[in-house]
Each structure stands twice: as structure tokens, then as C-alpha cells.
């Protein structure tokens, strides 16, 4: 049953971070339930939700945006993933500047690591202050693919913390935060049992789940039917 893989895939996470694997034993062992989604995925499926419904924001949630703008935006992403980071540099900086920025939609970024590495490098984000916390996503996103082939991906994790004025102490301290890795851990479990996130990027868009990284022109299409009518 796909339940049963799904909580697999939750655990091979959180145990290979509890036992410290390396990036280089993650590659090409993305657990079945964590599959990148392909880019410009159109197909939307609905979340377990009431049409138009949004879902409900979490304490730990990071928010871009005004609190009652009209369209929420949650997104499912990991820092590893490519696809992510093309929606993160490509995608969102519209959407940011034409939608957010004019108080019409919030994005709500959810961590969804495929491996244990992304899983570091959520905790390296979740280290710097809450008004910095989406330019720190902006920066991993765009460096993906240096400190991802990196020969020690940790430690380039670790400078990159250090260039954001983090002293080498509260990122070590930052990395091996066992109470923030259980919050990444059940948030996974969350994603996959209550709204079936089987992949990365998936954007919920006031309660329909939009898989893939989405172009500028696809996220018009969908937002332009959920905005107030003038």
C-alpha cells in the first residue's frame, strides 16, 4: 500500500541524518516517495480539502507576503532538488514582485528534503533570522549546484553560513539541532499522509495541488481565477 513506502521514505530520511550520511551515499538513492517532479507539470489534482478552501497556516510556517493577502501559496521544496531551485530563480521573482509584493498572494515555504543533505541545509536556513530567512533560501537555491558537488557538501554548507555572518559555533550548534530536524521529519509525514506530497516542487494554491516547477505564465493562469474580481 503506498502508505506503507511513504512512511519508509520519511524514515530513511531522518535516520540518515541521525547517523550522519554524506551526500555522496544520497546520490542516485532518492527514496521512492521523493521523486523530483518534472518541470512545468500543468496537471492539478485536489488537495483533501473544500474547493477554494485554504489550508490552515502551522506555527513553524515561514510566510513571504501580507498575512490576509487573498491567495495562499504553499510550498513543497527541497534545497536539493533542481527543479526547486529552477522555480526559486526563475518563477518566483515574478511572482513575487507582480503578486506578493502587492499584497495578492503569501508563499508559505515548506521543507520537504530528498535527502540528507537538503536536510542540512534546511536546518543551515532555519539558523539565520526570520527577516533573512527567504534570502538565505535564495542564496542556497542559487548555489545549488556548487555546494551539492561539493566534495564535502556539509562543510561548504558551513561556509556559505559563515559568508552570512553565522559563526562557525551556532551553525555547527544550527546543523545538528535534533529538535529541528524532528519538526522537518514529522512535517514530511504531514505532507505525505494529510495531502498525498509525493514530490518536489508541489505548490497547494488555495487547496488544489499544483506539482512541478510551475513557469510564470502557468502560475498567471491559476492565480488570475482566485483573485478578487475588481
Not at 11 to 26: D, I, K, N, T
Not at 38 to 65: I, S, Y
Not at 114 to 133: I, M, T
Amino acid at each position: 500500500m503506498r502508505t506503507s513506502w511513504i512512511i519508509a521514505g520519511v524514515a530513511v530520511v531522518a535516520l540518515a541524518v541521525a547517523a550522519g550520511v554524506g551526500y555522496q551515499q544520497w546520490r542516485g538513492a532518492t527514496p521512492p516517495s521523493t521523486a523530483a517532479a518534472p518541470a512545468g507539470e500543468t496537471t492539478a489534482a485536489p488537495v483533501l480539502l473544500a474547493e477554494g478552501e485554504q489550508a490552515a497556516l502551522l506555527p513553524d510556517d515561514r510566510v513571504m507576503g501580507q498575512a490576509d493577502a487573498p491567495v495562499t501559496i504553499i510550498e513543497y521544496a527541497s534545497l536539493t532538488c533542481p527543479h526547486c531551485a529552477a522555480f526559486a530563480t526563475q518563477t518566483l521573482p515574478q511572482v513575487k514582485s507582480t503578486y506578493i509584493d502587492q499584497g495578492l498572494a503569501k508563499l508559505v515555504f515548506r521543507d520537504f528534503p530528498l535527502d540528507g543533505v537538503a536536510l542540512k541545509a534546511s536546518l543551515l536556513a532555519r539558523c539565520v533570522p526570520d527577516e533573512r530567512y527567504f534570502g538565505m533560501l535564495d542564496v542556497l537555491f542559487r548555489s545549488q549546484g556548487d555546494w551539492t558537488r561539493a566534495a564535502d557538501p556539509v562543510q561548504a554548507l558551513s561556509q556559505i553560513g559563515r559568508t552570512a555572518g553565522l559563526s562557525q559555533e551556532a551553525i555547527d550548534a544550527c546543523l545538528n539541532d535534533q529538535a529541528e530536524t524532528d519538526k522537518i521529519v514529522a512535517g514530511i509525514q504531514t505532507a505525505q499522509t494529510e495531502f498525498e506530497i509525493s514530490s518536489t516542487p508541489t505548490l497547494i494554491i488555495n487547496g488544489t495541488m499544483h506539482p512541478g516547477a510551475l513557469s510564470f505564465e502557468q502560475m498567471e493562469e491559476i492565480l488570475k481565477d482566485l483573485l478578487p474580481k475588481s
